[in-house]
């Protein structure tokens, strides 16, 4: 088999060493999820580490293919920015609305001492109990 064929030209290894950081870098970002996703207990706690070190993570890639297409065709790439774009939308969206929900399912769920009231409940003034009629 013929390497040339699979490699045509090589990049300069001042192209090929970032991007191999950023792309070690991304690794270690899902790591640090992985483990933080094991470590924590509550499902508040457990939405914090995938939803910062993957946003991390995919910044990581997209800058290492930027830096790496752009070498390659010798001009900008840019077309890696979408991938980007559209994680920076959904990601939050995303993280919002499984709080949310996780927060809807603890209110019916019976445990109301585990989360905040609903805002639509009004809490009593203070220094009367609560379940006290107002004067």
């Known amino acids: 088999m013929n390497l040339a064929l699979?490699?045509?030209?090589?990049?300069?290894?001042?192209?090929?060493?970032?991007?191999a950081l950023l792309l070690v870098a991304s690794g270690?970002?899902?790591?640090?999820?992985?483990?933080?996703l094991l470590r924590f207990r509550t499902?508040?706690?457990?939405?914090?580490p995938p939803a910062l070190?993957?946003?991390?993570?995919?910044?990581?890639?997209?800058?290492?293919?930027?830096?790496?297409?752009?070498?390659?065709?010798e001009r900008l790439a840019l077309h890696a920015w979408l991938i980007i774009v559209?994680?920076?939308i959904t990601v939050p969206v995303t993280t919002i609305l499984l709080a949310r929900t996780e927060l809807f399912r603890?209110?019916?769920?019976?445990?109301?001492?585990?989360?905040?009231?609903?805002?639509?409940?009004a809490a009593?003034?203070?220094?009367r109990p609560p379940g006290e009629p107002g004067r």
């Open 106 to 121: 603890k209110r019916t769920g019976g445990r109301a001492g585990e989360v905040p009231a609903s805002l639509g409940t």
């Open 28 to 36: 270690l970002f899902a790591l640090a999820a992985g483990v933080g």
């Open 124 to 127: 009593p003034p203070p220094g």
């Open 86 to 88: 559209f994680l920076a």
């Open 53 to 73: 070190a993957f946003s991390f993570g995919a910044w990581c890639v997209t800058l290492a293919s930027i830096l790496y297409f752009s070498a390659q065709d």
């Open 6 to 19: 699979l490699r045509p030209e090589a990049l300069s290894l001042w192209i090929e060493v970032p991007v």
């Open 43 to 48: 499902f508040f706690q457990r939405m914090h």
